[in-house]
């Protein structure tokens, strides 16, 4: 049993709360590549183990999602 009770994916908002950033960067991280947002039926989320990798936490494996802004 996963024991982990923090989020496996974050919303934006969610995001900018874990990374402590500014929305206004979190999109200038995707523009630059530096997170890939994935899509999930209508929603925009960012991998949990993506923003762990951001913070030096762990590394993250290579999505095969295609961000949503291309």
Known sequence: MDT?????????????????????????????????PVRVGGRVLFRRADADALLGLKPATQSSARSVFD
């Not at 994916?9 to 523009?31: D, E, N, P």
């Open 4 to 36: 982990d009770s923090r989020p496996a994916a974050f919303t934006v908002k969610g995001l900018q709360t874990y990374l402590s950033l500014s929305r206004t960067t979190i999109y200038r991280m995707i523009k630059s590549n530096e997170i890939t």
